[in-house]
């Protein structure tokens, strides 16, 4: 395993072009004082306020200018840096999420009414499958504030989200080379859904999402690798059975449905019991921190796994 970890592409497609950029940007991006936003200053509109809340992770915050130029978002390309580099011109507003499927009541939320939900900050850990980490000031609200507004029906069981197309504003959406295939998916269960962990973000360091971030909302489940917080929501499905993630259809060898944040089950090519901490001391210092189960927050979801063997379902 390298000392810094891989996109996850599959390793046939990993190239000493892609690793060489994925370390440069870091180290660049984080040395840089002062850096400055170049061409995403858009999403930085007004400043946003969400009320103080319990979920507070007591951890120094990874800087803003790592959250927001360090980034997985392979819409805009694969590379840490392609996000804050591609997204200028994407257009965050107008905006609106379908809720659909096993419902009561389906409904398109605009984004208006989605910015005058309950807004909270929430400071979270965030871990990526590639095993690196930050501490993130978001705002947003509990993702069970718009499904109780739906009234699923009985026989729903799981809840699936969909990231927008639109190949004009995402460069990774268009040319020869294809990451994945759109639109990127991804779904929890019903009761991980309904979690009071479970947020979708609309903003992160007092202000609205930047593009590079999911902009304008995004879903944040803080104790699942980072692939699972899907950028950019257009729908939201109530569905009966287990949904199709992007992840687990390009490599299910090497990604799970539940993902489960979890250092004794290693990826198939890299060790997960340690994670490097985004900002912290350099590629190669002592930024090395140990991983824990759910990513710190077994004490709130653990008991929704009872009885289920965590290394089949990983
Ligand atoms: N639509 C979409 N959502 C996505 C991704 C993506 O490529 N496309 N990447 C995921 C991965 S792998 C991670 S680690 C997080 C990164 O979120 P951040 O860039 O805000 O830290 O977004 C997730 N959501
Ligand atoms: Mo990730």
Redesign the pocket.
């Known amino acids: 395993m390298p000392a810094y970890c891989p996109p996850?592409i599959p390793a046939s497609e990993i190239t000493p072009k892609n690793l060489y950029l994925s370390r440069r940007s870091f180290v660049g991006g984080a040395a840089a004082a002062g850096f400055a936003f170049a061409g995403t200053g858009q999403a930085f509109a007004s400043p946003l306020a969400g009320k103080p809340s319990d979920y507070k992770v007591d951890e120094k915050l990874t800087p803003k200018e790592a959250?927001t130029t360090?980034?997985?978002?392979?819409?805009f390309g694969v590379n840490k840096e392609d996000?804050s580099q591609n997204a200028g011109s994407f257009k965050p507003t107008p905006w609106s999420i379908k809720v659909d499927g096993l419902v009561g009541k389906p409904k398109e939320f605009g984004l208006d009414e989605l910015m005058k939900m309950s807004l909270e900050d929430r400071t979270y850990r965030?871990r990526?499958?590639?095993g690196w980490s930050?501490v993130?000031p978001w705002i947003g609200f509990p993702l069970s504030a718009i499904l109780d507004q739906v009234e699923p029906q009985g026989s729903a069981k799981y809840v699936s989200f969909e990231?927008v197309v639109r190949p004009e504003e995402m460069p990774g959406q268009k040319g020869f080379f294809q990451p994945?295939p759109w639109p990127?998916v991804?779904g929890l269960r019903l009761d991980e859904a309904r979690n009071p962990l479970t947020i979708l973000a609309v903003g992160l360091y007092g202000e609205t999402l930047p593009n590079?971030?999911?902009a304008p909302i995004?879903l944040v489940v803080p104790w699942k690798?980072?692939?699972?917080?899907?950028?950019?929501i257009v729908k939201i499905s109530l569905v009966e059975k287990q949904p199709q993630t992007?992840?687990k259809n390009s490599n299910a060898r090497e990604y799970g449905f539940y993902s489960n944040v979890n250092p004794a089950v290693d990826h198939p090519r890299w060790s997960q019991a340690t994670e490097q901490r985004i900002g912290e001391g350099g590629l190669f210092g002592s930024n090395r921190h140990p991983t824990l189960p759910f990513n710190g927050y077994a004490d709130q979801v653990a008991s929704l796994y009872a009885g289920m063997d965590l290394k089949a379902n990983y």
């Open positions: 996850h959250v360090y980034n997985n978002f392979y819409e996000p965030m990526c499958v590639e930050m993130i990231t994945l990127y991804e590079q971030n999911g995004r690798y980072g692939f699972k917080s899907i950028k950019s992007t992840w």
